[in-house]
């Protein structure tokens, strides 16, 4: 019979370590194996997604969360730890609104002050870089519209300089040759 708390905490042991990729082959393994309980077969979803998402970026991860958060009871905690995956995921996507939204139900789910705490932190972390995130964009935005303007002066510029020319040649007198 499978130890599937031992395999489980070995996968997080080797996520903690940033050791994504013996994590992901434990958590390959373990998906593979017949039997596998749902409420273990989530939190393996779960570290499996972790682990994509800091080897290959966010963006490959989102199905993966979707399935953990089905397999896992609702009345389980770590589905709160699942949704937490998921809204960093989310706010990594700059899909802040999504982020909260997801981290409020995780929030709605812990009953431990601790654990309520890690959440609400993570919570403002998600609102910290969606509004440093609308301030890049408020910035970029001026920048561009800067660039316009001097685009702009620079055309209105060598057009004039071109007209100058243009005059100077009119009332120049050609010399013979």
Known sequence: MVDYAAQLSQIHTFYHQRKYQLALKLCEELLSAKNVPPFFSAQVLRRKADCIRALQGAKHVMELYDKAIQLCPADEPALAWILESKALALMELARFDEAISIIGQAIGLVTDRIDF?????VADEILDQQEDFRSI???DQK?????????????IEEAATKKELELILQHTPQLEA
Do not use: F, N, T
Not at 117 to 121: K, P, R, S, Y
Not at 143 to 155: K, P, T
């Open 117 to 121: 705490e890690h959440l609400q932190e």
């Open 137 to 139: 964009i408020v910035v």
């Open 143 to 155: 920048d561009r519209a800067v660039q316009s303007i001097r685009d702009r002066a620079r055309e």
